[in-house]
């Protein structure tokens, strides 16, 4: 849904926007820039470094969210917003979800994106399938594996000081 952003959200996208035409004059990368801000202030950036990087985990929301953690020592960002060229791939959606960043706001949507040769929007409809009707085959293990697996999910959640709450 478009909405009228505050002068504040403007000149914040504007920027995470500047990122992604400069990225495009290092080779190799891709035109998306993305940036966190907390409090009012931009406490990271991040260009898609995929080819330069050789990691298909780094899109630039990805990126911004690796280096807000390191300067801040921490993962999540309930107090902050991602400013972002273009609306998140369902992985860099999903990372901002983790992150626990309340809002993102974005420029281009993914049909843009997907006018211009990403493959996002395409993503965002395999998720819909069901799992067997999926390009990507998911094999999952029976036991002594799949019990194993469990028991270590299990360790782990045991030691917390809280006792977990399934999230079903």
Known sequence: MKKNLSETDTSFLAHAIDLSRHALEDKGKTPFGAIVVIEGEIVSEGTSSVVELADPTAHAEVMALRNAGRKLGRHLFEDG?????SEPCPMCLVA?????????????????????????????????????????????????????????????????PEPVVPKL
Do not use: H, I
Not at 140 to 158: G, N, Q, T, Y
């Open 81 to 85: 917003v991602m400013y972002t060229s």
């Open 96 to 160: 901002c979800y983790w992150a626990r960043l309340p809002r993102v706001v974005f420029g281009a949507t993914s049909r843009e994106v997907a006018l211009n040769g990403f493959e996002d929007l395409q993503l965002y409809r395999e998720l819909t399938y069901p799992q067997e009707g999926r390009a990507l085959r998911e094999d999952v293990a029976s036991d002594p594996l799949a019990a194993e697996a469990v028991k270590v999910l299990r360790a782990w959640s045991d030691g917390l």
